[in-house]
């Protein structure tokens, strides 16, 4: 039987454009995981690997025009917001090629012998080694910096392990173009082209966890897509990682000393986060605690005005667009919630802003659960609360999150014990990232960045964004009593590769 086509499509009509390529049949998956598979010799050159990260981000540079071309025209993202995406995903590369060559990832630790301690201490040297082949799920919404060139491709490379990407099909000929600069750069650098392979399929993307090279993957998507792989990832004979993002209601908290001093400052910001690409961030605040009464009652008519005057956007497919409209009209129709501004249909291929409201103490009602899960799409939930142990009541019933967002007053800022104080305490236990008086969309790319949180935001501890990211990759081997000339150089004495180290006389 052929290979099914896959398809190019234009979000902003559903046409197709081009045949772009075929879904990998289970002989060419296989080829392709172990080729990338005998390629880990060959990348384990951390010079080879820098020169691959760098000449990798100059040809995206290089192609920006193209790249961004094709990726608008299957997303309708816009050239303005790729082109940005675009400049983050090639930052990544860098700085990724600048923590290898920098050293300190590998957490080298060297304890040397000490016969007198009690007990008596062997010599030991630890550093971390690569995981071996990394599947990467790209994501729908980030075409480019969550996706083939993305951050879990760039962590993986830079800690020495190969990559096949199931491309999302959204996007194939985009992740097809990146695919073919990627491989040209690792050529360009001395590497096989192997290290970077791209494939297409649903059934490809479940036979990959599967596949007994694989040593780890990375995930960005759906609570339903990311749990059945990373299910699917512990059930193999030999489990392995498996680092997933799976959604986010992503909650703010407005109090109410902040919406006395800045309600419609407050409104409009949140209603630029919520519309920020047309609320298709994993970071867009769905649930914000608004208090009771006319302050809450001044952000509410801000947010509202600001929604209403925002134009209609175009989701990434009409899948989306329609689970969308379903999901709006489900909660909207619970008894409590009304709709201030409804978001629904602006046209054939579109969808409009808007936001529901309801009474915070309604949803200690199971029935008003689905309040509680991600909305995909640009709309929000304001729940109207009335003191702050109602408040925290709605908070502490809520799963894990990428972000937990404090809109706080300048008094409540100035630090000290107290109620603020105790707010951040308490998301901090259901969030990975504490926003205070900012928004949460828009996630720096910085070495103290961390983009994750408590399951389902996501399936481990660890970051997809910023330079930590590497350590999904690589598990630390100790050594011990073992003769310096046969020690990895990175372990050996006299430091031959000016590595960091940490060195315990």
Known sequence: MA????????????????????????????EAVRAAHASRTALADRTARIAFLRAAADLLDGSAALVVETADAETALGSGRLTGELGRTTYQLRAFADAVEEGSYLDIRIDHADPDL???????????????????YAASNFPLAFS??????????????PVVVKAHPDHPATSELCGALLRRAALDAGLPAAVVTVLHGFDAGLELIRHPLVAAAGFTGSIRGGRALFDAAAARPVPIPFHGELG??????????????????????????????VGQFCVKPGLVLVPEGADGDRLADALAKTLADTGPGVLLDHRMRDNFLAGVAERAALPAVTA????????????????LSVPAGELADP??????????GPVTVLARYDG???????LDRLPGNLSATLQLSAAETAGGPGPAAELIGRVTRLAGRVVVNNWPTGVAVAPAQH??????????HSTSVGGTAIERWLRPVAYQSVPDPLLPPELQDGNPLGLPRRVTP
């Open 248 to 277: 986010s209601l992503n909650p703010v908290v407005v109090t109410p000393a902040a919406a006395a001093e800045r309600a419609e400052e407050i409104g409009t910001g949140l209603a630029g986060s919520v519309t920020l690409g």
């Open 340 to 355: 201030p501004v409804a978001a629904g249909p602006g046209g054939e291929h579109t969808v409009g802003a808007g936001f």
């Open 148 to 161: 083939v060139p993305g951050g879990d491709t760039a962590s993986a490379l830079a800690a020495g392990c």
């Open 388 to 394: 702050p142990d109602e408040a925290a009541a709605v």
């Open 451 to 460: 983009h994750g949180g408590p399951y389902p935001a996501a399936t481990s």
């Open 367 to 376: 029935a008003y659960e689905l309040l509680l899960e991600e909305c995909f």
């Open 3 to 30: 290979a099914a086509p896959v398809w190019s499509v234009d979000p902003r009509t559903g046409k197709r454009l081009e045949q772009v390529a075929a879904e990998a049949t289970p002989q060419e998956l296989d």
């Open 118 to 136: 009690t007990p008596p201490r062997p010599g030991l040297r630890r550093y971390k080694v690569p995981l071996g082949v990394v599947a990467v």
